[in-house]
């Protein structure tokens, strides 16, 4: 997941105080980057100009919104969009410069491909500003085709010292903000009759850690909401799948996480490494594509072999 703000991208792990003892799980403080770390933080998007254009079918020409795409998988799904000739939308969380500077770069590396870009800081938790910002984007991108729901946070802790906020805000971020989007657009994709949505979960919604009752609780709902949306959405040629990345590589994960953990992910891993978020938007752009058109209520996992 690339979040609007909180925990690395669907790693699920958050650096955590306050637990008494015996409550946490064993976490290595060490925090100096070693060689495997510095190797993780190579930039993703290292070479600054824009790659060529490329074709994929049923894609030019379509307008996608895209939640929490300042950064990480968000960013990666709306370039990827973008290079395939899709108009794009995105909102982001706007907590102060920071948030400005990273929307400010997607923009820019989206403008890069001759596509028409609609930005917005829209709080996904708010159901009016969601259907303003849906309204928006409709209007000056001439239509809505895709919807990508993203946008998500972590608030990590043992359940029995869990705040009523920190469950709040997690299960409105996740859960009721994917719901606000799809409730949005669902009107427009039905009189189209077509549509094509993908919820990013996380594998945590299939095998839970320690801390994650929120996080694991919001994304093992937006499975649920997926298989239901895919059911009702279905007869109007709208397919609705989700995407369960594991640990996937991003600032948020490399800056947050120490190295011993990011070392035993990758080795649980059955290939042995993280994950890119270019991997996630190669799938989420497939299920974009008319190459999946008989695919919905699907969950397809991008984790490397983490579940296995």
């Not at 609007?4 to 650096?15: A, D, F, L, N």
């Not at 989007?181 to 990013?200: C, M």
């Not at 649980?268 to 989420?284: E, K, M, N, T, W």
């Amino acid at each position: 997941m690339a979040v609007s703000k909180g925990s690395p991208t669907s790693g699920g792990w958050q650096e955590e105080e306050g637990y008494p003892e015996g409550d946490a799980p064993t976490v290595p403080s060490a925090r100096n980057a070693g060689a495997a770390v510095e190797e993780l933080l190579d930039e993703v998007e290292a070479n600054p100009e824009p790659r060529p254009r490329v074709s994929v079918e049923g894609l030019d020409g379509r307008a996608a919104l895209v939640t929490g795409a300042s950064s990480g998988i968000g960013r990666a799904v709306a370039i990827a969009l973008a290079r395939s000739g899709v108009d794009i939308a995105f909102n982001y969380l706007d907590e102060g410069e920071e948030s400005r500077r990273e929307a400010d770069l997607t923009e820019r590396k989206l403008s890069n491909y001759d596509v028409r870009v609609v930005r917005g800081a829209v709080d996904c938790r708010d159901p009016d500003a969601v259907s303003e910002f849906v309204n928006r984007a409709t209007g000056e991108l001439d239509g809505l085709h895709i919807l990508v729901n993203n946008a998500g946070i972590g608030r990590d802790r043992a359940l029995w010292r869990m705040s009523d906020e920190e469950w709040q805000d997690v299960l409105q971020t996740n859960l009721s903000g994917a719901f606000y989007f799809l409730r949005a657009v669902a009107p427009g994709f039905r009189a189209q009759e077509y549509g094509k949505i993908v919820n990013i979960s996380s594998v945590h919604a299939l095998r839970s850690e320690f801390g994650l009752a929120n996080y694991a609780a919001s994304k093992g709902g937006l499975l649920a909401l997926t298989r239901s949306a895919a059911l009702e959405l279905g007869p109007s040629n709208v397919n609705v799948n989700a995407v369960a990345p594991g640990y996937i590589r991003t600032t948020r994960l490399t800056e947050r996480v120490p190295s011993e953990i990011l070392d035993r992910t990758r080795e649980r891993s059955a290939l042995g490494r993280l994950g890119d978020p270019q991997d996630v938007a190669g799938v989420v752009l497939f299920l974009c594509s008319e190459a999946a058109r008989h695919i919905t209520g699907a969950v397809l996992p991008v984790d490397g072999g983490h579940l296995l």
